[in-house]
C-alpha cells in the first residue's frame, strides 16, 4: 500500500514538474535558411526589405499589405524611421509596431541571425489554428497565411568602454508569429526556455550613467488620423512594465504552456484593442509540436459549427469540406455547422446556444474520428447521398418542357421520399430521347449514367442556357421586400431592376428604379446585390470561369449581410428564372431585414477587394468582410464594415466528368454606388475579374491586355490573348466585323437561323428566336413547330361546324342556317344573309361613288359562302397571289402573268425583308405602282442581286440587305452590271454622287450630280446639268479657280496647270453660295480671263449697273438704273452735285451690297426725304420728318390707305423699344442708313412682332418681348421659318454673348460693338469680323480669338481650317486689352490701356466709371493711388504714400478656406483664429468646439497639447509685437555645385537634397529657400537660367527665383489664383503650366509671367499634377475626381486634348515622365500603385503596388523620386527592380508637398 502511495507521488510530482517546463528551443516553429528563410543583413539599426504579403493583414482595425523587420525585436507594417526616434521610448510608438522584444539590439560582427519569412504551409497553419482554438475557444479561425520571424542569439548594443562586464557574451532567443485569414489576426510570441539571458538595454546617449531600460513587449497601433487636419496617439498594449515582468516571459504564458503568449490583434469588425488569450488551467500535457506532421488543408478544424440563421437555412460553410458532412450511418448536409438528417421529414434544428459576434463564435467540438478513406482527401465533392437543394420537376418524374420555349434545363432523377439524388438505370436519359433539354447553342454529350449539356464553341455556359462569348448582357427583374432603416420599416413593392454587364472586361452596372428615399441612401453599400452580375460575367483570367459558366441561368443565391458595429443584418435572396424572349437572364429579388441609416445627401465610397469562392458540385459559397466609408455633411467621413456569407445553389450534371475549380478569386477592381433622389434610383457599378486564388495580375510584371481589361476590343467582341502583350480581337457569335468595331448580324435576312418548318425568325442584338407562325405552337422538343387544333376549343359557332387545317381552321354554318360560321343566324323565308367582308370588298370595289365602275381596280372573288377564295388574280395586271380568311396576302405567293399561279395549299411563310419592300413600293390599293423603283425579289423572297429601276432604266448590284454596292450603277444605255464580282468600298465621289441622288428612284432635278469615273475619282470636268456652267475640280472634288465657263463660252482645258483665285474670283465665289454654284438675288461681280474685275458691274437682280475700279469699288456717280443707257467705263466722270442725306441713303441700299428686299428711301427732285414713305417688299408705309425718321403712329399695313403726311400731326405717343429700336437702326450717327443692318419689325402697338427676319441676309428668328433672339430658332434662308409658338431651349454661350452686345439697358443696340455670330445650334462661328472695323478673325469653341489669325479690312479674310502660324508674342498688357476688346468684350468693361512697346500705361482709368490709378509693370494697381471720377488722378510718377499692412499667414489661411466653405462655414468647421496683428492665436480651437490645442508662430500644432476639454488648454503666445521681431530676409542658400539636385517644397521652405549618382546625399541636405509666410506645393526648375518656380497657395501668387547665392524671390503672377497647385516649365518654349483646384482650369503663360491665358477650363474638377514633355510638345494632367479620376494629355496650345487613363485609378496625385521610356507615369494614393503608359494609352503596367500616400513624383537616372504623406519623406525607387531603394526624412517633420529635379546642365 506504501508503495502503491510513493509511486502515484512520484508521477504527481513528475506531472508538476512537467507542467512548469517551459517550451524548448527545439519545438518553437521551424526557422532558418532550410525553412526558406531570409535573413536580416547584420547591424546595428537594421531593417528589412518590404515583406509584400501576399494577402492583405488585419492590425488592429487596419488593412496592411506589406512588413518589415527590423533589427531591435519589432515587426511594422510601415518603414521604420532612426532607431533614435523609438529605440529608447516606451509604448506607444507612433507608427505601428508589434514588438516581441523592443530594445537596443545588435548584431554586427555575427552576433546572432534575424530569420523572416511569410508561409502558406498547412503544418505552420495547423500549429497556429490549434493555438487559437485553444487560447479562444469561441473563435471561428482557419488560418490561411502566416508570417515567422525569429531573432537566433542576439545580442545588446554595447559601446567599447562597456565591454568589462561581460555582458557581450548574453544573446536571447525568441520568435513571432503572426497569422491571419481575411477577418482576424493573431500574434504568437515564443520565448523558449533559455532563450532571454538579458532583459533590457542602456540607452545610447545615457552619458555614463548606469542605467538599463527593460525591454517592452506588446503592440502599438501607432498614430491615426483624427477629424481632416491632425493625428492622435492609437490604442496600444504592453506586456511588461519592469524587468521582472520581462523574465515572465518564459516563465509564464497565457495559453497554459510557460513562454507561449497569443494575442488577437487585429480584425475587420470592430476592435478596440488587443485581446489575450483566457486559458483556465494548466494544460496536463503538452500539445505535440511535431515540426514535420502536416495535414492538407487543415483537415482537423474544417469540421467546425457555425451559427444557424433563423432566416438563411440555405448556408453551407465556406470553408467546411463536403466530405466531412457524411456520418458512416445517415446522410448528413451541414448548414453552418449543423447536422440534419436528410428524413422523409426532416425536422428543424435547434438554434445554438450562443449568439455570434465579432469576436464571440460558438464552441468548436473536438474533431470526429473519421473513415480511413476519408482522411487526407485533397478533392472536395459532395458525397453522393448528400443533397444541398433540390431542384423537383413540375411533375414530379418527366423531364420540364415548355411549348414556348426552346431552351430547357437538364434535371436529375429525384427521391422526393429520401431526397437524395438518384439514378434509375431503366429511365436513363439519352441525347437520342432528350437533347431538347440542351440549348439550341450547346451540344449533347451520353455518358454512362445519362446524358449533359456542352456549350459549342464561341458560347459558354453550363450547357441548358448558353451565350455568346464576347457579346454584352442585360438582365432585367423586380425587386421586393421590406427594409428597416434605423426605426423605419420601408416597402420595396415590384420595382425594376435592370443590369448591363460588358463581358468582354468584366463590368457590371446595376439599376434599381423607384427605390423609396430612406432605403435608397441606406441600401448605397449593398452593392452585393450588383455584386452577383459581377461575378456571374466576370473577366475570366488564365484557368477560371465565371459564375455564369458554372450555374446557367437557373439558380438561387441567399446572401446574409451583417453591418458592424450596429450588427445589422439584411437578408438578400435573388432568383434567376431563365432566359427571356430576348434572351436575357430574369432575375428575381427579396430583400428583408434592416440596415444602417445613412444621411441624405451622402456618398459612400468602398475600396477594391477580393474574395475567395469555393466550388462544390450544386453550390457556391463565400465569405468575406468589406469596409465602406460614409462621407456626409453631418458626421464627415465615417468608416463601416459589413460581412457577407453567401450560397448560390444551381443545377449541375453528375452523369459527366467533373472539371470545374475548387477555389476561385474574385478580383472587384472598382465599387461605384450612389443613389440619385431626383430619380429615385439606386445605381451600383462594379468591376470584377476572377482567376486562380493569389493569381491576380502581379506587379510589375507584363500582364496581357485581354486579362488587364486594357484592351481596345469593341463591347460586342472577344478579347483573345496572345503572346505577350499581343492579342485578338474576335467579334462575339452572333455579330460581325474586325473585333475593334462589331456589328449585329441579321441572323433571319441572311438565312443563319436555326428555325423550322413553319416558325418564323425573329432577329435580336447577337442572336436570334424562332416563333411559331400563327396557327402553330412548338412541339414537346420546343423547337419544332406542330399545328394546332383550333377546333378543340371550339371557335365556331354552336350552329356551325369546324375544320381544322394546317395552320388554320375553317367554321361553316350548318344547313338552315347562314353567316360566316362565328356568326349564324337561322334562314326565314326568303330572306338574304348578311354580306360578308369579301362581297362588300368585291362590291366597293367594282362600283365607285358615283356609280360608275372603276376600271383597272382590283375585284376579290368570293365563294359561295362569301369567303375569300384562297387564290386572287388581278384582272388587269394578271398577278395571282393567295389570300388568308381576311383576305390579306400571304407573303411570298405573288406570281407575275407569265408565271404558274401558286399552290395556295401550301403553308405560309413569313415575309422576307425584300417583299415587305417590294409590298410596301407597291402601295396603290390595285397592288401596282407607276414611276416608283419597286425591288425584285426571289423566289425565297432575298433581293434579286441586280436590280433595275423600270422608269429610269438605271441598273445595279445590291447585297443581302439591298443596299446599292457601290461603283455599280449603270445608265441605261450602258451594260449591265456584273454583280458577281466582289464589292469594293464607295468613294467620295461616289457618296457625294449617291447623296446628291436624293430622291427614291436614285434620280434628282436642279441638283449639280457629280461625274465620277470607273475607278470612282471625279472626273477633272464637272458641268451641272442645269445651269450648263461647267468647271474643274482637283480630286477632292473642289473647284479650282478661274476655270468656270458659263453655257455658251468653251469648256475649259482641265489639263492646264492651276492659278490661285484673284480677289475678284473669290469675291465671285462667296457670293455663288448655294451647291449647284449659282445664286439667286445676290450680286455676284464678273471677272474677266485674268480674274481681275470687269470695268463695268450689273445686278442681276435690280438691273442696276456701275463702273468699278481695280479694287471692285464703285466710282462715285456711274451708277444708272435699269431703264438709263449704261454707263461708259472709259469716259471720266464729272462731279455731280452733292447727294443729300436722302441719296446717299438709298444709293448705299441700291449699290453693290444692297439686299434683296431691303427697304429703298424716296427722294424728291431736291434730295429730300418724301414725307410717306413705302417698303416695296413689305407693303409698310409710314410718314417721316426731314431727317427721314419715322413719324411715331403713322405707320399702316399693305392694303390699308396710308397716312395723310401733310394734314395736322396727332400727339404722338411715346416710342416703345421697338420703335427706337428699328430707328436707330435704320439711320446711323451721321444721318445714313445702316448698310445691312437688322431693323426689327413692330407691331401696331409699337412691341416686337414675335418673328424677326433679316431683310439682308435672310435669317429668321423668333423673339421675347424685350427683342432677345430665343436660342435655337434661327432658321437660314433656304429654312422653314421657325415656330414663334414652341417653347424655348436655353440660350447658349454665344447666343448670350451675342444678345448682351445687340442691346445696352435702354434697349438700344451698341453701336461699334463687336457682336459675334452664332450658328444655327448657338455656337460661334469659327469666322468672326468685327461690323464696324472690318477686322475678321478666327476663334475657338469658347470663342476665343485664336492668335495670329486677325486680319484687316483690306486683308483677305483668313482661313479658320487651316493651322496658325503664331504672330510675334504679344506683350501681357496687349493679351490683356485684346481679351477684353475681342470675342468677350462687353460694354463697361475696363480695358488696360497699352504704349507703343506694349507696357502698361503707368496711368490706367475706367472709361465707364471714371476711377483712375497706377499700375506698376505688371499691371498691378499700386495700393493708395485709385481716386473717383470727378477727382485729379494722382501722378504715378511720384512717390506713393504707405498703404496697410499686408495680410498674413494666418489671416490669408483663415480667407482662402472661408471661400472654400462658399463663405458659410459650418460650426464645426475649422477656420483659423488670428489676433488683431494677424498672428495666429496661441490658442486654436475647431468651430465653437471646446476640441482645442496650441500652435507656435507658425500656425504649427505643439505636440501633445491636443485637449477635448471645457476648460482650454494653457498656451503661451510665441508671437512677441511686430516691431520687435523682423522676418528674416528671403534669399537663396545655393545647393551643391556641379551635381544634380532634389528640390522639394515643404510648408513654408523649399528644400535641396543632393543626389550622388542615385543615392541621396542626406549629409548634405539643405534649406535652399525659407518663405515665411507661404505654403508651397508645386515646384519647378529651368535648367537653362537655373531658376527655380514655385506656387503659394497661401499667397494665392506664382514665383521664381535664381540658383545664385543671395538672390531674392520674384513674383511673376498674383491675381486670379485661387489655389495653384502643380507647376510645369516648358524650357523649349519658355512657358509654364499650373493648375488651379478651386477655380479647375490649366493656364500658360511666359517665363516671365507675360502671355498668360487659360488653357483647359472645361471638364475638370479637381486638377492636381502636371508636366510637359518638351521633345512633344505634350502637357499631361490628373484630375482625382473621386467620382471619376482620369489623366489627361493635350498639345501646349490647348488643342487635341485626350483622355489617358479613366480606369483602375482612384487618387492620381504624382506624375512624372520617363524620356527613356516615353512613357507618362504615375503614383496613386487611393490604388497605392505606381505604374506607367504610352502617351498612346498602350502598355500599361504595374511598376509597384504597395505605395503609401505619394504626393508628387520625379523621374531620374532610372529611378522614381517622390514625396510620401504618410511618411514625409523622399522615397527612392529603382525603375529596373521596383525596389525601394533610399529614403530622406527631414528633420522637421511636416508634409511634403512638390518635388523637382535640378542640375547643372539640362539633361
Known sequence: MTRNKFTILFIQLCWTVYVVTGIHRKDIFPYGTLSGDLTLQEGDDETSKVIVLTRPMRFYEASFSSLYVATNGIISTQDLPMEKQYVDDGLPTDFPVIAPFLADLDTSNGRGTIYYRQTESPTILNRVAMEVHRGFPDARFTPTHA??????????????????????????????????????????????????????????????????LPARVGFSRGEVSFLFFSRQEGPFYSITTNEQSVKNLYQVGNTGLPGVWLFHIGSSYSFDNVIPAAVGGVLATPPPFDAEATTPEYSEYSDYPEFQSPTLPEFVEAGADPSLLQSPDQPQVQLYGEEVPLTASPETPESPNSESGPRQHPAIPEPRNLPPEHSGLPQRPVPEHTILELFPTRDGGSPRHSPKDQVDSVVQGVDLDTGVIQYNGGSKETCERFSQQCSQNAYCSDYATGLCCHCRSGFYGNGQHCLPSGAPHRVNGKVNGVVLVGSTPVEINNVDLHAYVVVSDGRAYTAI???????????????????????????????????????????????????????????????????????????????????????????????????????????????????????SAESGAETFSFQLRQNITHNYCRHGPRSGPETLELSVERVFAMFVKEERILRYAITNKIGPVGAGIPDGGEVNPCYAGTHDCDTTAQCIPGEGQNFQCQCATGYRGDGRNCYDIDECAEHLSSCAAHSQCENLQGSHRCLCQPGYEFGFDGRTCIDVDECRSQPCHAQASCTNSLGSFHCQCQAGYHGNGFQCHPQSGGSERPKTHCERHRDSAQTSQDGFSLVGAFVPECDEAGQYRPLQCHGSTGHCWCVDVQGQERAGTRAPPSSPRPNCNEPERPKTQCEHHRDGAQTSQDGFSLGAFVPECDEAGQYHPLQCHGSTGHCWCVDVQGQERA??????????????????????????????????????????????????????????????????????????????????????????????????????????????????????????????????????????????????????????????????????????????????????????????GAFVPQCDEAGQYRPLQCHGSSGHCWCVDVQGQERAGTRTLPGTPPTNCDGPERPERPETQCERHRDGAQTSQDGFSLVGAFVPECDEAGQYRPLQCHGSTGHCWCVDVQGQERAGTRAPPSSPRPNCNEPERPKTQCERHRDSVQGSQDGFPIVGAFVPQCD??????????????????????????????????????????????????????????????????????????????????????????????????????????????????????????????????????????????????????????????????????????????????????????????????????????????????????????????????????????????????????????????????????????????????????????????????????????????????????????????????????????????????????NPRAIIVDSSSGTVYWTDWNREAPKIEGASVDGQNRKVLVQEGIGLPNALTFNPASRQVCWGDAGTKRLECISPDGTGRQVIHSGLNYPFAMVFHANHFYYTDWRRDAIIGMSRGTSQFTDDYLPEQRSHLYGIALASPNCL
Open 967 to 1156: 461603283g455599280t450603277r449603270a445608265p441605261p444605255s450602258s451594260p449591265r452590271p456584273n454583280c458577281n464580282e466582289p464589292e469594293r468600298p464607295k468613294t467620295q465621289c461616289e457618296h457625294h454622287r449617291d447623296g446628291a441622288q436624293t430622291s427614291q428612284d436614285g434620280f434628282s432635278l436642279g441638283a449639280f450630280v457629280p461625274e465620277c469615273d470607273e475607278a470612282g475619282q471625279y472626273r477633272p470636268l464637272q458641268c451641272h446639268g442645269s445651269t450648263g456652267h461647267c468647271w474643274c475640280v482637283d480630286v477632292q472634288g473642289q473647284e479650282r479657280a478661274g476655270t468656270r465657263a458659263p453655257p455658251s463660252s468653251p469648256r475649259p482645258n482641265c489639263n492646264e496647270p492651276e492659278r490661285p483665285k484673284t480677289q475678284c474670283e473669290h469675291h465671285r465665289d462667296g457670293a455663288q453660295t448655294s451647291q449647284d454654284g449659282f445664286s439667286l438675288g445676290a450680286f455676284v461681280p464678273e471677272c474677266d480671263e485674268a480674274g481681275q474685275y470687269r470695268p463695268l458691274q450689273c445686278h442681276g437682280s435690280t438691273g442696276h449697273c456701275w463702273c468699278v475700279d481695280v479694287q471692285g469699288q464703285e466710282r462715285a456717280g456711274t451708277r444708272a438704273p435699269p431703264s438709263s443707257p449704261r454707263p461708259n467705263c472709259n469716259e471720266p466722270v464729272r462731279p455731280e452735285r452733292p447727294r443729300t442725306q436722302c441719296e446717299h441713303h438709298r444709293d448705299s441700299l441700291q449699290g453693290s451690297h444692297g439686299g434683296v
Open 147 to 212: 508570417v515567422v520571424v525569429t531573432w537566433e542569439n542576439v545580442g545588446a548594443y554595447e559601446e567599447g568602454s562597456r565591454s568589462s562586464d561581460g555582458s557581450s557574451n548574453r544573446v536571447n532567443t525568441f520568435q513571432a508569429v503572426l497569422a491571419y485569414d481575411e477577418t482576424d489576426t493573431y500574434g504568437l510570441l515564443l520565448y523558449p526556455e533559455g532563450g532571454l539571458n538579458f532583459f533590457g538595454t542602456r540607452p545610447k546617449e545615457s552619458y555614463n550613467v548606469e542605467i538599463e
Open 513 to 631: 428604379s423607384e427605390v423609396p428615399e430612406p432605403a435608397g441612401w441606406a441600401l448605397m453599400p449593398v452593392a452585393p446585390v450588383g455584386g452577383l452580375f459581377g461575378w456571374l460575367f466576370a473577366l475570366e483570367l488564365p484557368n477560371s470561369q465565371n459564375g455564369f459558366t458554372i450555374t446557367g441561368a437557373e439558380f438561387t443565391r441567399h446572401a446574409d449581410v451583417t453591418f458592424y458595429p450596429g450588427n445589422e443584418r439584411l437578408s438578400i435572396v435573388q432568383t434567376a428564372k431563365g432566359l427571356d424572349a430576348e434572351n436575357y437572364l430574369s432575375v428575381d429579388t427579396k430583400l428583408s431585414g434592416s440596415v444602417p441609416f445613412i444621411p441624405p445627401g451622402a456618398t459612400v465610397q468602398m475600396e477594391p477587394f477580393k474574395v475567395t469562392f469555393q466550388y462544390y458540385p450544386s453550390v457556391t459559397t463565400s465569405i468575406s468582410v468589406r469596409e465602406f466609408t460614409v462621407v
Open 1320 to 1661: 444655327e445650334a448657338g455656337q460661334y462661328r469659327p469666322l468672326q469680323c468685327h461690323g464696324s472695323t472690318g477686322h475678321c478673325w478666327c476663334v475657338d469653341v469658347q470663342g476665343q480669338e485664336r492668335a495670329g489669325t486677325r486680319a484687316p479690312p483690306s486683308s483677305p479674310r483668313p482661313n479658320c481650317n487651316k493651322p496658325v502660324r503664331p504672330e510675334r508674342p504679344r506683350t501681357q498688357c496687349e493679351h490683356h486689352r485684346d481679351s477684353l476688346q475681342g470675342s468677350h468684350g462687353g460694354v463697361g468693361a475696363f480695358v488696360p490701356q497699352c504704349d507703343e512697346a506694349g507696357q502698361y500705361r503707368p496711368l490706367q482709368c475706367h472709361g465707364s466709371s471714371g476711377h483712375c490709378w497706377c499700375v506698376d509693370v505688371q499691371g498691378q494697381e499700386r495700393a493708395g493711388t485709385r481716386t473717383s471720377a470727378g477727382t485729379p488722378p494722382t501722378n504715378c510718377d511720384g512717390p506713393v504714400p504707405p498703404t496697410q499692412r499686408p495680410e498674413t499667414v494666418c489671416e490669408r489661411w483663415r480667407a482662402s478656406l472661408i471661400e472654400h466653405y462658399g463663405s458659410q462655414p459650418d460650426p464645426h468647421h475649422y477656420l483659423p483664429q488670428c489676433d488683431s496683428a494677424g498672428e495666429f492665436n496661441p490658442v486654436q480651437c475647431y468651430g465653437d468646439s471646446s476640441y482645442c490645442w496650441c500652435v507656435d508662430k507658425d500656425g504649427r500644432e505643439v505636440p501633445g497639447t491636443r485637449a477635448n476639454d471645457a476648460v482650454k488648454p494653457a498656451c503661451i503666445p510665441t508671437v512677441a509685437p511686430p516691431t520687435q521681431r523682423p522676418l528674416p530676409r528671403p534669399d537663396v542658400t545655393p545647393p551643391p555645385t556641379g551635381g544634380v539636385s532634389l528640390l522639394y517644397a515643404q510648408g513654408q521652405q523649399i528644400g535641396a537634397l543632393p543626389l550622388t549618382g542615385t543615392r541621396m546625399d542626406k549629409d548634405k541636405s539643405s534649406v535652399l529657400l525659407q518663405l515665411h509666410g507661404s505654403i508651397v506645393v508645386g515646384v519647378a526648375h529651368d535648367c537653362l537660367e537655373r531658376k527655380v518656380y514655385w506656387t503659394d497657395i497661401a499667397g494665392r501668387t506664382i514665383n521664381r527665383a535664381g540658383l545664385a547665392a543671395g538672390s531674392e524671390p520674384e513674383v511673376l503672377i498674383n491675381t486670379g489664383l485661387t489655389s495653384p497647385e502643380g507647376l510645369a516649365l516648358d524650357v523649349v518654349r519658355r512657358r509654364m503650366f499650373w493648375v488651379d483646384s478651386t477655380m479647375d482650369k490649366i493656364e500658360t503663360s511666359n517665363l516671365d509671367g507675360t502671355g498668360r491665358r487659360v488653357l483647359i477650363d472645361k471638364d475638370l474638377v
